[in-house]
Protein backbone atom coordinates (compact mmCIF):
# COMPACT_ATOMS: atom_id res chain seq x y z
CA UNK A 1 0.00 0.00 0.00
CA UNK A 2 1.75 3.40 -0.83
CA UNK A 3 2.86 5.61 1.87
CA UNK A 4 1.18 9.42 2.14
CA UNK A 5 2.67 11.91 2.69
CA UNK A 6 3.12 12.54 6.18
CA UNK A 7 3.66 8.71 6.59
CA UNK A 8 7.01 9.59 4.15
CA UNK A 9 7.44 12.91 6.17
CA UNK A 10 7.78 10.63 9.61
CA UNK A 11 10.00 7.83 8.03
CA UNK A 12 12.15 10.44 6.80
CA UNK A 13 12.24 12.33 9.72
CA UNK A 14 12.94 9.36 11.91
CA UNK A 15 16.27 8.12 10.25
CA UNK A 16 17.48 10.96 12.52
CA UNK A 17 17.43 8.75 15.21
CA UNK A 18 20.22 6.47 13.03
CA UNK A 19 22.88 9.41 13.12
CA UNK A 20 22.58 10.25 16.74
CA UNK A 21 25.87 8.27 17.48
CA UNK A 22 27.60 10.95 15.18
CA UNK A 23 26.03 13.93 16.96
CA UNK A 24 24.61 14.89 14.54
CA UNK A 25 21.68 17.98 15.44
CA UNK A 26 17.93 18.21 14.10
CA UNK A 27 19.27 21.30 12.39
CA UNK A 28 22.18 19.17 10.79
CA UNK A 29 20.48 16.40 9.85
CA UNK A 30 18.09 18.64 7.75
CA UNK A 31 20.67 19.74 5.79
CA UNK A 32 21.76 16.71 5.06
CA UNK A 33 19.10 14.92 4.24
CA UNK A 34 18.61 18.20 1.52
CA UNK A 35 21.26 17.32 0.02
CA UNK A 36 20.68 13.79 -0.29
CA UNK A 37 16.97 14.32 -1.17
CA UNK A 38 17.97 16.23 -4.17
CA UNK A 39 19.74 14.25 -6.35
CA UNK A 40 16.75 11.56 -4.97
CA UNK A 41 14.46 14.14 -6.16
CA UNK A 42 16.49 15.50 -9.32
CA UNK A 43 15.70 11.44 -10.52
CA UNK A 44 12.71 11.53 -9.81
CA UNK A 45 11.61 15.11 -11.46
CA UNK A 46 13.66 14.12 -14.75
CA UNK A 47 16.37 16.94 -13.30
CA UNK A 48 19.14 15.03 -14.12
CA UNK A 49 20.46 16.29 -17.08
CA UNK A 50 20.87 19.40 -15.28
CA UNK A 51 23.36 17.12 -12.87
CA UNK A 52 26.95 16.43 -14.07
CA UNK A 53 27.40 13.27 -15.48
CA UNK A 54 29.41 10.91 -12.46
CA UNK A 55 27.09 13.31 -9.64
CA UNK A 56 23.90 11.89 -9.80
CA UNK A 57 21.53 9.49 -7.65
CA UNK A 58 22.58 6.40 -9.53
CA UNK A 59 26.58 7.14 -8.78
CA UNK A 60 25.95 7.79 -4.72
CA UNK A 61 23.87 4.80 -4.13
CA UNK A 62 26.20 2.59 -5.73
CA UNK A 63 29.24 3.34 -3.22
CA UNK A 64 29.71 1.39 -0.15
CA UNK A 65 32.16 1.67 2.69
CA UNK A 66 35.03 3.88 3.23
CA UNK A 67 34.28 4.57 -0.66
CA UNK A 68 31.44 5.63 -0.28
CA UNK A 69 32.27 8.80 2.27
CA UNK A 70 34.97 10.04 0.04
CA UNK A 71 32.80 9.92 -2.98
CA UNK A 72 29.57 11.52 -1.20
CA UNK A 73 32.37 14.31 -0.19
CA UNK A 74 33.52 14.90 -3.00
CA UNK A 75 30.23 15.05 -4.81
CA UNK A 76 29.10 17.83 -2.11
CA UNK A 77 32.20 19.68 -3.04
CA UNK A 78 31.87 19.07 -7.17
CA UNK A 79 28.12 20.17 -6.83
CA UNK A 80 28.46 23.31 -4.83
CA UNK A 81 31.97 24.90 -6.66
CA UNK A 82 31.53 23.53 -10.33
CA UNK A 83 27.21 23.52 -10.96
CA UNK A 84 25.93 26.59 -11.42
CA UNK A 85 22.21 28.10 -11.12
CA UNK A 86 20.01 26.10 -8.15
CA UNK A 87 21.93 23.20 -7.94
CA UNK A 88 25.26 25.43 -7.36
CA UNK A 89 23.06 27.27 -4.80
CA UNK A 90 21.74 24.32 -2.96
CA UNK A 91 25.20 22.76 -2.18
CA UNK A 92 26.91 25.77 -1.33
CA UNK A 93 29.86 25.51 1.06
CA UNK A 94 27.77 22.23 1.69
CA UNK A 95 29.48 19.74 3.92
CA UNK A 96 28.72 16.22 6.05
CA UNK A 97 28.60 15.97 9.24
CA UNK A 98 28.46 11.83 8.80
CA UNK A 99 31.34 10.16 10.12
CA UNK A 100 30.06 6.62 9.81
CA UNK A 101 30.04 5.13 6.10
CA UNK A 102 27.43 2.37 7.73
CA UNK A 103 24.68 5.20 8.60
CA UNK A 104 25.21 7.23 5.49
CA UNK A 105 24.08 3.82 3.70
CA UNK A 106 21.54 3.36 5.51
CA UNK A 107 19.88 6.84 4.54
CA UNK A 108 20.43 6.52 1.32
CA UNK A 109 18.87 2.88 1.14
CA UNK A 110 15.77 3.86 2.94
CA UNK A 111 15.70 7.02 0.62
CA UNK A 112 15.97 4.89 -2.42
CA UNK A 113 13.60 1.98 -0.91
CA UNK A 114 10.67 4.65 -0.49
CA UNK A 115 7.58 4.53 -3.04
CA UNK A 116 7.72 8.22 -4.46
CA UNK A 117 5.27 7.86 -6.73
CA UNK A 118 2.17 8.87 -4.10
CA UNK A 119 4.43 11.76 -3.02
CA UNK A 120 5.02 13.02 -6.42
CA UNK A 121 1.11 12.99 -7.11
CA UNK A 122 0.25 15.04 -3.51
CA UNK A 123 3.21 17.17 -4.16
CA UNK A 124 7.04 16.79 -3.19
CA UNK A 125 7.06 20.16 -2.07
CA UNK A 126 4.10 19.35 0.64
CA UNK A 127 6.44 16.56 1.89
CA UNK A 128 9.37 19.02 2.09
CA UNK A 129 7.52 21.46 4.02
CA UNK A 130 6.20 19.07 6.36
CA UNK A 131 9.99 18.06 7.04
CA UNK A 132 10.83 21.99 7.66
CA UNK A 133 7.75 21.78 10.42
CA UNK A 134 9.22 19.02 12.17
CA UNK A 135 12.11 20.50 12.21
CA UNK A 136 10.55 23.94 13.89
CA UNK A 137 8.49 21.97 16.03
CA UNK A 138 11.83 20.48 17.52
CA UNK A 139 12.68 22.45 20.50
CA UNK A 140 16.01 21.11 20.27
CA UNK A 141 16.76 22.11 16.78
CA UNK A 142 16.62 26.15 17.33
CA UNK A 143 14.49 26.63 13.94
CA UNK A 144 11.15 27.69 15.06
CA UNK A 145 12.55 31.14 14.30
CA UNK A 146 12.69 30.98 10.70
CA UNK A 147 9.05 28.78 10.38
CA UNK A 148 6.19 30.70 10.53
CA UNK A 149 3.12 29.30 11.46
CA UNK A 150 1.05 28.05 8.11
CA UNK A 151 -2.00 28.62 9.81
CA UNK A 152 -0.92 32.69 10.08
CA UNK A 153 0.94 32.41 6.70
CA UNK A 154 -2.19 31.00 4.85
CA UNK A 155 -4.51 34.25 6.39
CA UNK A 156 -1.98 36.50 5.84
CA UNK A 157 -1.83 35.33 1.95
CA UNK A 158 -5.29 35.36 1.50
CA UNK A 159 -5.89 38.52 2.58
CA UNK A 160 -3.25 40.17 0.81
CA UNK A 161 -4.59 38.07 -2.34
CA UNK A 162 -1.45 38.21 -4.52
CA UNK A 163 -2.29 38.33 -8.58
CA UNK A 164 -0.47 37.41 -11.57
CA UNK A 165 1.94 39.82 -12.85
CA UNK A 166 2.65 41.51 -9.44
CA UNK A 167 6.23 41.74 -7.65
CA UNK A 168 6.22 40.00 -4.08
CA UNK A 169 9.21 39.74 -1.89
CA UNK A 170 9.95 38.56 1.67
CA UNK A 171 13.26 40.55 3.09
CA UNK A 172 13.90 38.01 5.73
CA UNK A 173 12.02 34.69 3.97
CA UNK A 174 13.84 31.68 6.04
CA UNK A 175 12.51 28.85 4.46
CA UNK A 176 10.52 30.76 2.13
CA UNK A 177 7.02 29.58 3.56
CA UNK A 178 5.35 33.00 2.42
CA UNK A 179 5.95 33.11 -1.39
CA UNK A 180 5.54 29.30 -1.78
CA UNK A 181 1.75 29.92 -0.30
CA UNK A 182 1.38 33.09 -2.24
CA UNK A 183 2.01 30.93 -5.24
CA UNK A 184 -0.45 28.38 -3.95
CA UNK A 185 -3.00 30.89 -3.93
CA UNK A 186 -2.14 32.55 -7.22
CA UNK A 187 -2.03 28.76 -8.84
CA UNK A 188 -6.05 28.20 -7.30
CA UNK A 189 -7.08 31.53 -8.55
CA UNK A 190 -6.31 31.97 -11.85
CA UNK A 191 -6.34 29.41 -14.45
CA UNK A 192 -3.09 28.75 -15.38
CA UNK A 193 -3.00 27.62 -19.20
CA UNK A 194 -5.01 30.78 -19.96
CA UNK A 195 -2.08 32.85 -19.28
CA UNK A 196 -0.22 34.72 -21.95
CA UNK A 197 3.53 33.85 -22.76
CA UNK A 198 4.47 37.38 -20.51
CA UNK A 199 2.61 36.09 -17.74
CA UNK A 200 3.91 32.79 -17.52
CA UNK A 201 7.38 34.34 -17.81
CA UNK A 202 6.78 36.81 -15.29
CA UNK A 203 5.19 34.01 -12.86
CA UNK A 204 8.25 31.65 -13.34
CA UNK A 205 10.97 34.16 -13.01
CA UNK A 206 9.95 37.41 -11.27
CA UNK A 207 7.24 37.05 -9.39
CA UNK A 208 8.50 35.91 -6.27
CA UNK A 209 11.88 37.28 -4.24
CA UNK A 210 13.09 36.10 -1.05
CA UNK A 211 16.15 37.52 0.56
CA UNK A 212 17.77 34.99 3.64
CA UNK A 213 20.68 35.70 5.39
CA UNK A 214 21.74 32.32 7.31
CA UNK A 215 23.76 30.36 4.94
CA UNK A 216 21.77 26.93 5.97
CA UNK A 217 18.41 28.64 5.83
CA UNK A 218 18.95 29.64 2.47
CA UNK A 219 19.75 26.21 1.41
CA UNK A 220 16.38 24.86 2.51
CA UNK A 221 14.34 27.54 0.80
CA UNK A 222 16.14 26.91 -2.33
CA UNK A 223 15.09 23.57 -1.88
CA UNK A 224 11.64 24.13 -1.36
CA UNK A 225 11.07 26.65 -3.85
CA UNK A 226 12.54 23.97 -6.43
CA UNK A 227 10.57 21.30 -5.02
CA UNK A 228 7.16 23.72 -5.69
CA UNK A 229 8.36 24.21 -9.08
CA UNK A 230 9.19 27.71 -8.55
CA UNK A 231 12.25 29.75 -9.94
CA UNK A 232 14.53 29.90 -7.26
CA UNK A 233 14.70 34.11 -7.07
CA UNK A 234 16.43 33.73 -3.23
CA UNK A 235 18.93 36.00 -3.11
CA UNK A 236 21.96 35.28 0.18
CA UNK A 237 22.45 37.90 2.01
CA UNK A 238 21.33 40.97 4.82
CA UNK A 239 17.97 42.90 3.57
CA UNK A 240 19.77 45.43 6.19
CA UNK A 241 22.89 45.89 4.34
CA UNK A 242 23.50 48.16 1.15
CA UNK A 243 22.12 45.19 -0.46
CA UNK A 244 18.60 46.08 0.70
CA UNK A 245 18.61 48.97 -0.69
CA UNK A 246 18.19 47.40 -4.33
CA UNK A 247 15.04 45.89 -2.99
CA UNK A 248 12.28 48.24 -4.16
CA UNK A 249 9.29 48.80 -6.75
CA UNK A 250 7.65 45.94 -4.88
CA UNK A 251 3.69 45.22 -4.99
CA UNK A 252 3.49 43.36 -2.00
CA UNK A 253 5.47 42.04 0.66
CA UNK A 254 4.49 39.76 3.54
CA UNK A 255 6.97 39.00 5.97
CA UNK A 256 8.08 37.72 9.71
CA UNK A 257 11.25 39.24 10.18
CA UNK A 258 13.99 37.79 12.98
CA UNK A 259 13.10 39.65 16.41
CA UNK A 260 15.98 41.13 18.35
CA UNK A 261 18.55 43.46 18.31
CA UNK A 262 21.90 43.74 15.43
CA UNK A 263 24.57 41.80 16.93
CA UNK A 264 26.90 44.49 19.13
CA UNK A 265 23.79 46.69 19.20
CA UNK A 266 25.61 47.89 15.26
CA UNK A 267 23.09 49.88 13.30
CA UNK A 268 22.15 48.64 9.88
CA UNK A 269 24.73 49.51 7.52
CA UNK A 270 22.53 50.64 4.26
CA UNK A 271 22.33 54.57 3.63
CA UNK A 272 18.61 54.81 3.08
CA UNK A 273 16.84 54.50 6.25
CA UNK A 274 15.95 57.20 7.54
CA UNK A 275 15.90 56.40 11.65
CA UNK A 276 18.34 53.97 11.67
CA UNK A 277 18.35 51.57 15.26
CA UNK A 278 20.21 48.59 16.63
CA UNK A 279 16.34 47.42 16.50
CA UNK A 280 16.26 45.10 13.74
CA UNK A 281 12.18 45.11 13.76
CA UNK A 282 12.30 48.67 13.22
CA UNK A 283 14.87 48.79 10.26
CA UNK A 284 12.90 45.81 8.96
CA UNK A 285 9.70 47.50 8.68
CA UNK A 286 11.24 50.72 7.66
CA UNK A 287 13.19 48.99 4.74
CA UNK A 288 9.77 47.23 4.15
CA UNK A 289 7.06 50.29 3.28
CA UNK A 290 10.52 52.04 1.14
CA UNK A 291 10.54 48.82 -1.23
CA UNK A 292 6.78 48.90 -2.17
CA UNK A 293 6.05 51.47 -5.17
CA UNK A 294 3.99 54.69 -4.65
CA UNK A 295 1.91 54.15 -8.11
CA UNK A 296 -1.02 52.51 -5.85
CA UNK A 297 -1.68 49.23 -4.65
CA UNK A 298 1.46 48.31 -3.02
CA UNK A 299 0.75 46.54 0.24
CA UNK A 300 2.12 44.49 2.52
CA UNK A 301 1.25 42.14 6.22
CA UNK A 302 4.03 41.91 8.19
CA UNK A 303 4.78 40.13 11.94
CA UNK A 304 6.29 42.35 13.97
CA UNK A 305 6.39 41.88 18.12
CA UNK A 306 4.49 44.15 20.61
CA UNK A 307 7.55 46.31 21.15
CA UNK A 308 7.22 48.25 17.09
CA UNK A 309 3.88 49.33 19.24
CA UNK A 310 5.14 51.52 21.82
CA UNK A 311 8.86 51.69 21.50
CA UNK A 312 10.15 55.63 22.17
CA UNK A 313 12.65 56.99 20.49
CA UNK A 314 13.19 55.40 17.18
CA UNK A 315 10.00 53.73 17.50
CA UNK A 316 7.73 56.54 17.39
CA UNK A 317 9.78 58.09 14.94
CA UNK A 318 9.33 55.12 12.21
CA UNK A 319 5.37 54.93 13.83
CA UNK A 320 4.42 58.61 12.70
CA UNK A 321 6.70 57.89 9.32
CA UNK A 322 4.85 54.63 8.67
CA UNK A 323 1.87 56.28 9.32
CA UNK A 324 2.40 58.94 6.97
CA UNK A 325 3.77 57.54 4.15
CA UNK A 326 1.42 54.47 5.15
CA UNK A 327 -2.38 53.78 5.29
CA UNK A 328 -1.67 51.79 8.39
CA UNK A 329 -5.76 50.25 8.02
CA UNK A 330 -5.29 47.10 10.95
CA UNK A 331 -3.73 45.43 13.31
CA UNK A 332 -4.45 42.61 14.22
CA UNK A 333 -3.06 41.70 17.90
CA UNK A 334 -1.96 37.65 18.08
CA UNK A 335 -2.23 35.43 20.82
CA UNK A 336 0.82 34.02 22.40
CA UNK A 337 2.03 30.66 22.09
CA UNK A 338 1.94 30.21 18.44
CA UNK A 339 5.38 30.75 18.11
CA UNK A 340 7.70 28.53 19.10
CA UNK A 341 9.71 30.68 21.19
CA UNK A 342 7.51 30.76 24.20
CA UNK A 343 5.81 33.81 25.40
CA UNK A 344 6.71 36.01 22.80
CA UNK A 345 3.55 39.09 22.10
CA UNK A 346 3.15 39.38 18.08
CA UNK A 347 1.17 41.70 15.77
CA UNK A 348 0.59 41.47 12.45
CA UNK A 349 0.57 45.11 10.92
CA UNK A 350 -1.38 45.42 7.36
CA UNK A 351 -0.69 48.64 5.58
CA UNK A 352 -0.95 50.24 1.82
CA UNK A 353 1.54 52.31 0.54
CA UNK A 354 0.53 55.91 -0.16
CA UNK A 355 1.07 57.90 -3.22
CA UNK A 356 1.94 60.83 -1.65
CA UNK A 357 4.10 60.74 1.52
CA UNK A 358 2.01 62.14 4.07
CA UNK A 359 -1.18 61.99 5.93
CA UNK A 360 -2.30 58.60 4.77
CA UNK A 361 -3.66 56.64 7.67
CA UNK A 362 -6.60 58.23 9.31
CA UNK A 363 -7.78 55.64 11.37
CA UNK A 364 -6.39 51.73 12.70
CA UNK A 365 -8.59 49.03 13.23
CA UNK A 366 -7.25 46.65 16.03
CA UNK A 367 -9.00 42.87 16.27
CA UNK A 368 -7.65 41.44 19.83
CA UNK A 369 -7.27 38.32 19.37
CA UNK A 370 -5.22 37.60 22.36
CA UNK A 371 -7.23 38.27 25.27
CA UNK A 372 -8.87 35.34 26.65
CA UNK A 373 -7.63 33.05 23.98
CA UNK A 374 -6.93 29.05 24.46
CA UNK A 375 -3.44 28.28 25.33
CA UNK A 376 -2.13 26.95 22.26
CA UNK A 377 0.06 23.77 21.90
CA UNK A 378 0.17 19.85 21.25
CA UNK A 379 -3.62 19.57 23.04
CA UNK A 380 -4.79 22.92 21.17
CA UNK A 381 -3.11 23.11 17.51
CA UNK A 382 -3.51 26.40 16.32
CA UNK A 383 -5.87 26.10 12.97
CA UNK A 384 -7.27 28.80 10.37
CA UNK A 385 -10.46 28.53 11.98
CA UNK A 386 -9.21 31.11 14.53
CA UNK A 387 -9.35 33.54 12.26
CA UNK A 388 -13.45 33.53 10.72
CA UNK A 389 -14.63 36.31 12.88
CA UNK A 390 -10.73 38.62 11.84
CA UNK A 391 -11.61 37.86 8.75
CA UNK A 392 -15.30 38.42 8.50
CA UNK A 393 -14.18 42.31 10.14
CA UNK A 394 -11.52 42.97 7.65
CA UNK A 395 -13.18 42.23 4.97
CA UNK A 396 -16.47 43.69 5.78
CA UNK A 397 -17.84 46.52 3.32
CA UNK A 398 -18.46 48.81 6.11
CA UNK A 399 -16.66 48.10 9.07
CA UNK A 400 -18.12 50.44 11.35
CA UNK A 401 -21.01 48.00 11.23
CA UNK A 402 -19.34 44.27 12.33
CA UNK A 403 -20.61 44.05 15.74
CA UNK A 404 -17.62 42.00 17.43
CA UNK A 405 -16.03 43.14 21.23
CA UNK A 406 -12.80 42.35 19.73
CA UNK A 407 -12.98 44.57 16.96
CA UNK A 408 -12.55 48.28 17.45
CA UNK A 409 -11.18 51.47 15.54
CA UNK A 410 -8.85 54.52 16.86
CA UNK A 411 -8.46 57.34 15.10
CA UNK A 412 -5.15 58.97 14.08
CA UNK A 413 -5.87 62.14 16.23
CA UNK A 414 -6.12 59.74 18.89
CA UNK A 415 -3.44 57.84 18.24
CA UNK A 416 -1.30 61.65 18.44
CA UNK A 417 -2.33 61.96 21.56
CA UNK A 418 -0.85 58.85 22.99
CA UNK A 419 2.43 59.53 21.75
CA UNK A 420 1.96 57.58 18.45
CA UNK A 421 1.67 54.24 20.65
CA UNK A 422 -0.19 51.82 18.41
CA UNK A 423 -0.32 49.13 21.48
CA UNK A 424 -3.90 49.53 21.55
CA UNK A 425 -7.15 47.66 20.88
CA UNK A 426 -6.99 45.22 23.75
CA UNK A 427 -9.83 44.36 26.02
CA UNK A 428 -9.14 45.01 29.33
CA UNK A 429 -11.17 42.27 30.68
CA UNK A 430 -12.43 39.15 30.74
CA UNK A 431 -15.89 39.81 29.40
CA UNK A 432 -15.48 37.51 26.00
CA UNK A 433 -14.39 34.16 27.16
CA UNK A 434 -15.91 31.51 25.30
CA UNK A 435 -17.37 28.04 26.40
CA UNK A 436 -15.03 25.93 23.85
CA UNK A 437 -11.56 28.55 25.78
CA UNK A 438 -12.65 26.70 28.76
CA UNK A 439 -12.08 23.26 27.58
CA UNK A 440 -8.23 22.65 27.61
CA UNK A 441 -8.06 23.34 31.67
CA UNK A 442 -11.05 20.96 32.22
CA UNK A 443 -8.72 18.84 29.92
CA UNK A 444 -5.81 19.23 31.81
CA UNK A 445 -7.73 18.83 34.87
CA UNK A 446 -9.15 15.50 33.97
CA UNK A 447 -5.82 14.63 33.53
CA UNK A 448 -4.21 15.36 36.60
CA UNK A 449 -6.87 13.75 38.43
CA UNK A 450 -6.63 10.40 36.37
CA UNK A 451 -2.45 10.58 36.84
CA UNK A 452 -2.66 11.85 40.40
CA UNK A 453 -5.59 8.66 40.98
CA UNK A 454 -2.48 6.11 39.50
CA UNK A 455 -0.13 7.27 41.88
CA UNK A 456 -2.25 7.13 44.83
CA UNK A 457 -3.08 3.42 44.14
CA UNK A 458 0.56 2.72 42.79
CA UNK A 459 1.74 4.57 46.64
CA UNK A 460 -0.88 2.17 48.54
CA UNK A 461 0.53 -0.86 46.53
CA UNK A 462 3.69 0.01 47.79
CA UNK A 463 3.07 0.79 51.59
CA UNK A 464 0.52 -2.52 51.55
CA UNK A 465 4.12 -4.76 49.90
CA UNK A 466 6.52 -2.53 52.92
CA UNK A 467 3.95 -3.65 55.59
Not at 216 to 231: K, Q, S, V
Not at 300 to 313: H, Q, R, T, Y
Not at 372 to 378: A, D, V
Not at 380 to 396: G, I, L, W
Amino acid sequence: MPLTTQEIVNKLWNLCNVLRDDGITYHQYLNELTFILFLKMAEETDYNNKLPEGYRWVDLKQKEGIELSTFYRKLLLHLGTESTGKIQKIYNNAQTSIQEPANLRKIIKHIDELDWFEAKDEGLGEMYEGLLEKNASEKKSGAGQYFTPRPLINVMVRLMNPKVGERLNDPACGTYGFMIAAHHHILNNNDIYNLTEAENKHLQTEQYSGCELVGDTHRLAMMNAFLHGMGGNIALGDSLSSFGENIKNKDLVLANPPFGTKKGGDRPTRTDLVYPTSNKQLNFLQSIYRSLHTRGGARAAVVLPDNVLFEDGDGQNVRKDLMDKCNLHTILRLPTGIFYAAGVKTNVLFFDRGTTDKSNTKAVWFYDMRTNMPKFGKRTPFTESYFTDFEKAYNANDRAEVKNERWSCITREEITKKNDSLDLGLIADDSITKAEDIGEPIDIAKEALTELTSITKELNAIIKALN
